[in-house]
């Protein structure tokens, strides 16, 4: 496949009403995911996610709203209709069947030839780096070698899109962090529009052209990784997505955000650079996590936060000590719901 045979997905004024439910598990969400985008949804539990991919992909009835794929309406269709890709947490393989069968399977619903089917199971098992595993069961493999033939299996018969819902999260973090750049290549090779569910900001991070933020059932904010991490556009995305210094804004409904990489600490005041911003704090722990120190702040009006110094850098004071904190105003981000 190529980005030109990608396809796009346009989501618009989707609901999601659960009986017995206080609220909307999806309220009025409305996006669209460019052909051979990687979209990433991200947010906590309960948030929306989840649900949304599982509209898009057919498994949930929509409350209201559409879902179109390259113009048209997909919206009542039956899941193996939609010619979508997923692939969930869970493997879901044919414990009976080989890796070669279980990547097969697909082919032989879909009456492709036969003469097609070996050489197409072949080749995608060839993208997950698995053709060695051809012939073994699901049992004799890892956890990452059985998401990798998952995976294999949801893109064998060039799905319009690939849907994937925490597809890492029953691995351990070695695991994770292989099979993420494994998707990220994936993703490069095949051009295909991937939509990818977690609650994980790294993942998110790492591997996204684009994140939307789920809470409460809505969007708070889609942009680009750089986008959200650098100018959230509410406090719930600055808290979420990495560590924040949040600082109250006297008269107002908003906040200021400052990420730990950007705060200088200073031992007094008279080292602080003209023009900075400034608060005092205490130093509440230092902590080394291996190319870094957090160090743990209390600012002046009781709020916690959080600095961060490479390993190997001077510390400007010891836990219980009295810092300046202070930062550059073109690194500080306003933000609602302060």
């Known amino acids: 496949m ?8 346009r989501i618009s004024g989707v609901s999601k009403v659960f009986a017995g439910l206080p609220r909307p598990a999806v309220d009025d969400v409305s996006l669209d995911i460019a052909p051979g985008e990687f979209m ?9 996610k989840t649900t949304t991919l599982s509209m898009i992909a057919g498994f949930v009835p929509l ?5 179109c794929v390259d113009g048209k309406d997909i919206s009542g269709l039956k899941p193996h209709k939609r010619d979508l890709g997923v692939v969930f947490q869970q493997y879901a393989l044919f414990p009976h069947l080989t890796v070669a ?11 492709v030839p036969k003469s097609e089917v070996q050489s197409r199971a072949a080749d995608a098992l060839t993208l997950v780096g698995l053709s060695d595993c051809a012939d073994r069961l699901p049992r004799q493999l890892s956890g990452g070698q059985q998401q990798r033939v998952a995976l294999a299996r949801a893109v064998v018969y060039q799905p319009r899109a690939l849907l994937m819902d925490e597809p890492l999260g029953a691995l351990d ?17 095949l051009g295909m529009t991937f939509l990818f569910v977690t609650h994980d900001q790294e993942e998110a991070l790492t591997l996204s052209d684009r994140i939307a933020v789920f809470n409460n059932g809505k969007v708070e904010q889609v942009g680009t990784p750089t986008e959200l991490y650098e100018r959230p556009a509410t406090l719930f995305v600055a808290q979420f997505l990495g560590e924040s210094n949040v600082f109250t804004e006297d008269g107002d409904h908003g906040a ?3 990420r730990p990489e950007r705060l200088d600490l200073h031992a007094g005041p008279d080292s602080v650079p003209s023009g900075h911003q400034r608060r005092k704090a205490v130093i509440t722990e230092v902590v080394y996590v291996g190319n870094h120190h957090r160090i743990g702040l209390r600012f002046d009006d009781g709020a916690e936060g959080s600095a961060m110094r490479l390993a ?3 510390l400007p004071a010891a836990p219980g000590e009295t810092v300046i904190a202070s930062w550059s105003q073109s690194h500080q981000t306003s933000v609602q719901g302060g």
Do not use: C, Y
């Not at 409350?63 to 879902?67: K, P, V, Y």
């Not at 069968?101 to 009456?111: D, E, H, I, M, T």
């Not at 695991?175 to 998707?183: A, C, H, P, V």
């Open 256 to 258: 200021i955000v400052v």
């Open 40 to 48: 990433t949804f991200l947010g906590p539990s309960g948030s929306g």
């Open 2 to 9: 190529n980005p030109s045979a990608s396809h796009g997905i």
């Open 173 to 189: 973090k070695k695991l994770r962090d292989q099979l993420r750049k494994e998707i990220a290549r994936m993703h490069r090779e």
């Open 63 to 67: 409350t209201s709203g559409s879902i």
């Open 312 to 314: 190997g850098a001077a």
């Open 101 to 111: 069968k279980n990547v097969a399977f697909p082919l032989q619903q879909r009456a």
